[in-house]
């Protein structure tokens, strides 16, 4: 079984850059060889070499990275051809999947401010040589730490204005702002910062694809921390940590504060309400869930309930406005307990399977299969769900994978 279950934070008070990201991954350790490889995939074995050094900003130590071309004048790439070089490259599915996820982003948002197709983008800084080492550097350095949950603090975008291959733009650059308007994400105040570009376009982009959620970090065990610095010169230090923690009381309850929205609507139909229950999910919403009820007059209704991070209030008030009819939502916050749990990838006869699991306080482990695995496998190899269901299980409590599969499970 190949278990997974790291949380880790970026702490970033000074803003967001690629080459920050990946010089806190190198501070904590990664091997050079897990940026490489993937780049060597990409045909960029040569095209570039990783520069960096321990150094200090306002007296705390830190990683300094540069990116250092060896082509004189590396290629701008239209979003078109650098999507196709890396779907056909030969990189692991979930690293491939991720570095398309963050251009894809940075696509869109390049397209929304330049107001052409995104498939027309013509990268400039995000499509260099440097901008694929960062992007590529930081997805296989979080997947080879075994990170399966990441918070990022808001970070402060900047202002002033800075020389681009457009010309001189207005900060915070325009797509960064754009990926925090299309993914409603939140920037720390910039007011005390002396005019400088804080949060690159590149640095958001990986943030919007890979954390799960912006704001301050829960309670946590500090495991180690990775200091990537910054080359401009600040009032104070430039830096960005990432650090990687768990949960405290690793076989003990969690405690947690959560935001509870509800609205009871009686004039809207199924249709209707399943588009603003999936329009609910998808932006952010750790639990949604409809329970009929029967209002004034006789008229039944649903009561439909969001529970979330309380940071997201005013992202999911925006999509009960424009989906739903109720002309109020009730908001509260609540605690919630929970088990501690960790994610694994459990490697059976008839396929890989992701496995849910959760120690009580007794020391026992409550274990579930991913429902969607087991039905791909199922289908594939015609099987009964739940014999196929009980087979995974058993392997999880052996913590074996018998490579032979037996006729029948």
């Given at each position: 079984?190949?278990?997974?279950?790291?949380?880790?934070?970026?702490?970033?008070?000074?803003?967001?850059?690629?080459?920050?990201?990946?010089?806190?991954?190198?501070?904590?350790?990664?091997?050079?060889?897990?940026?490489?490889?993937?780049?060597?995939?990409?045909?960029?074995?040569?095209?570039?070499?990783?520069?960096?050094?321990?150094?200090?900003?306002?007296?705390?130590?830190?990683?300094?990275?540069?990116?250092?071309?060896?082509?004189?004048?590396?290629?701008?790439?239209?979003?078109?051809?650098?999507?196709?070089?890396?779907?056909?490259?030969?990189?692991?599915?979930?690293?491939?999947?991720?570095?398309?996820?963050?251009?894809?982003?940075?696509?869109?948002?390049?397209?929304?401010?330049?107001?052409?197709?995104?498939?027309?983008?013509?990268?400039?800084?995000?499509?260099?040589?440097?901008?694929?080492?960062?992007?590529?550097?930081?997805?296989?350095?979080?997947?080879?730490?075994?990170?399966?949950?990441?918070?990022?603090?808001?970070?402060?975008?900047?202002?002033?204005?800075?020389?681009?291959?457009?010309?001189?733009?207005?900060?915070?650059?325009?797509?960064?702002?754009?990926?925090?308007?299309?993914?409603?994400?939140p920037l720390a105040s910039s007011e005390s910062f002396p005019p400088a570009e804080l949060t690159t376009p590149t640095g958001m982009a990986l943030m919007a694809a890979l954390a799960d959620r912006f704001g301050q970090a829960p309670a946590l065990v500090p495991e180690?921390?990775?200091?990537?610095?910054?080359?401009?010169?600040?009032?104070?230090?430039?830096?960005?940590?990432?650090?990687?923690?768990?949960?405290?009381?690793?076989?003990?309850?969690?405690?947690?504060?959560?935001?509870?929205?509800?609205?009871?609507?009686?004039?809207?139909?199924?249709?209707?309400?399943?588009?603003?229950?999936?329009?609910?999910?998808?932006?952010?919403?750790?639990?949604?869930?409809?329970?009929?009820?029967?209002?004034?007059?006789?008229?039944?209704?649903?009561?439909?309930?969001?529970?979330?991070?309380?940071?997201?209030?005013?992202?999911?008030?925006?999509?009960?406005?424009?989906?739903?009819?109720?002309?109020?939502?009730?908001?509260?916050?609540?605690?919630?307990?929970?088990?501690?749990?960790?994610?694994?990838?459990?490697?059976?006869?008839?396929?890989?399977?992701?496995?849910?699991?959760?120690?009580?306080?007794?020391?026992?482990?409550?274990?579930?299969?991913?429902?969607?695995?087991?039905?791909?496998?199922?289908?594939?190899?015609?099987?009964?769900?739940?014999?196929?269901?009980?087979?995974?299980?058993?392997?999880?409590?052996?913590?074996?994978?018998?490579?032979?599969?037996?006729?029948?499970?």
């Amino acid at each position: 079984m190949q278990r997974q279950g790291r949380l880790a934070v970026v702490d970033c008070p000074t803003g967001l850059a690629g080459n920050m990201l990946l010089a806190a991954l190198l501070d904590l350790g990664l091997p050079e060889a897990v940026v490489h490889e993937p780049l060597a995939a990409l045909g960029l074995a040569d095209a570039y070499r990783l520069e960096f050094q321990e150094a200090r900003s306002a007296g705390l130590r830190g990683l300094q990275l540069q990116v250092a071309l060896t082509e004189p004048s590396p290629p701008h790439r239209h979003w078109g051809g650098l999507r196709s070089q890396l779907a056909e490259a030969p990189l692991e599915p979930q690293l491939q999947q991720r570095v398309l996820a963050v251009f894809g982003l940075l696509a869109d948002a390049e397209a929304a401010v330049h107001g052409y197709g995104a498939e027309q983008v013509h990268f400039h800084e995000v499509g260099a040589v440097d901008a694929l080492v960062d992007v590529v550097g930081v997805c296989a350095g979080l997947q080879h730490f075994g990170i399966t949950e990441l918070i990022c603090t808001p970070p402060p975008a900047g202002h002033g204005r800075v020389s681009t291959a457009h010309g001189w733009l207005p900060l915070p650059a325009p797509a960064v702002l754009e990926l925090a308007r299309a993914r409603h994400l939140p920037l720390a105040s910039s007011e005390s910062f002396p005019p400088a570009e804080l949060t690159t376009p590149t640095g958001m982009a990986l943030m919007a694809a890979l954390a799960d959620r912006f704001g301050q970090a829960p309670a946590l065990v500090p495991e180690a921390v990775g200091v990537g610095l910054g080359t401009r010169q600040l009032d104070r230090a430039n830096l960005l940590r990432l650090v990687l923690a768990h949960p405290p009381g690793a076989t003990g309850e969690l405690q947690e504060t959560l935001l509870q929205q509800q609205a009871q609507i009686d004039d809207a139909s199924g249709e209707d309400l399943a588009l603003l229950m999936e329009a609910l999910r998808n932006s952010g919403a750790l639990e949604v869930f409809a329970q009929a009820l029967q209002m004034k007059k006789g008229r039944p209704a649903s009561m439909i309930t969001v529970l979330a991070r309380p940071e997201q209030a005013e992202a999911l008030r925006a999509v009960w406005w424009r989906y739903g009819t109720s002309l109020g939502v009730r908001e509260e916050l609540l605690q919630r307990w929970s088990l501690p749990r960790e994610q694994a990838l459990v490697d059976t006869p008839w396929g890989p399977v992701r496995i849910k699991r959760s120690r009580r306080p007794d020391g026992s482990w409550l274990c579930k299969p991913e429902a969607d695995d087991l039905a791909a496998l199922a289908l594939r190899h015609q099987l009964p769900v739940a014999r196929l269901r009980r087979a995974v299980l058993a392997l999880v409590d052996d913590d074996l994978v018998d490579p032979s599969p037996p006729p029948h499970p």
